[in-house]
């Protein structure tokens, strides 16, 4: 039986590297960044616009698993707050600037940074935590039926 603790699984039969191994940092993160599987790169890991696949339907990497909750959205949000506040004391160096024209300017901008980052940061995390396999445990199989 596998422990939980392995960074390491058992690919789908067929494929040529049976036992998948997850790949470097640099890789890894590239490939989640990219929204792609961080193990293999070779299939969308999302299942949606946010939602993650299971599992990956290349490698069996345990996706569904990883335990991303609230990090995504919060490193986006400081990500881009970031952009967006420093955006504005540029804009408005000098004062000049009415509340409605930067109200027009930056709520759609900041809008268009957390739905374009999000998913990219949703990858990436991904690809941080099956790198230092940071699981749920596995469901256990319970025998049914006694009879
Ligand atoms: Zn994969």
Redo the contacts with the bound molecule.
């Keep these: 039986m596998a422990d939980d603790t392995d960074i390491t699984w058992i690919a789908p039969r067929g494929r040529a590297q049976h036992e998948v191994a997850m790949p470097g940092w640099r890789v890894a993160l590239g490939r989640g960044l990219s929204m792609r599987?961080p193990?293999?790169g070779?299939?969308s890991a999302f299942d949606g616009y946010l939602k993650v696949r299971r599992e990956?339907s290349?490698?069996a990497?345990p996706l569904g698993r990883v335990p991303c909750d609230d990090a995504p959205i919060y490193l986006t949000l400081v990500i881009a707050l970031h952009i967006v506040i420093l955006l504005m004391v540029l804009a408005d160096y000098d004062g000049g600037m009415s509340w409605v024209a930067s109200l027009f300017i930056f709520v759609p901008l900041t809008l268009a940074l957390i739905l374009l980052m999000m998913r990219p940061i949703k990858g990436a995390t991904l690809a941080i935590m099956l790198k230092v396999n940071l699981l749920r445990p596995a469901p256990r199989v319970v025998p049914s039926g006694n009879g």
């Design positions: 599987c193990a293999c070779e299939v990956c290349s490698c990497a």
